[in-house]
């Protein structure tokens, strides 16, 4: 997990204690995301959209993914920094570091249930 910007070995561990080796209970990152308390609520009747909270889920986690999603956001060279300016154009500071930590956790599944670790598409690893 060590190969994302932003997280350290603190941060690998405590996503490690709070996710477990296994994430073969959860069937789709969706799951992950809706357990761990990172998606928006969807409350709409009539055309009208009321007050959309999130979940509580699991707090640990949700603040150390929003220290990784700092942390990202701020450096220039990886992927999470173009998301960061294309979110920062239309979101307020919250909810655009709510977007990075729902990216890195979907990058955390992926890598613990491939068993890869991550590539950045702005880096040329070959040269």
């Not at 909270?53 to 929003?66: A, D, E, M, V």
């Not at 979110?87 to 709510?98: F, I, P, S, Y």
């Amino acid at each position: 997990m060590q190969t994302i910007f932003g997280v350290s070995v603190k941060a690998a561990m405590i996503l490690m204690a709070e996710l477990g080796p296994d994430l073969s209970d959860f069937r789709s990152t969706g799951a992950l995301c809706s357990w761990a308390g990172m998606c928006p609520g969807n409350n709409e009747s009539a055309g009208k959209k009321k007050n959309g909270r999130t979940s509580k889920g699991n707090k640990y986690l949700r603040r150390i993914l929003g220290e990784i999603a700092q942390a990202g956001g701020v450096e220039r060279r990886v992927t999470f920094r173009k998301s960061y300016k294309i979110l920062k154009l239309d979101a307020a500071t919250r909810g655009l570091l709510w977007r990075l930590a729902i990216k890195v956790l979907i990058c955390v599944y992926h890598m613990l249930t491939k068993l890869v670790p991550y590539k950045d598409i702005s880096v040329d690893y070959e040269a």
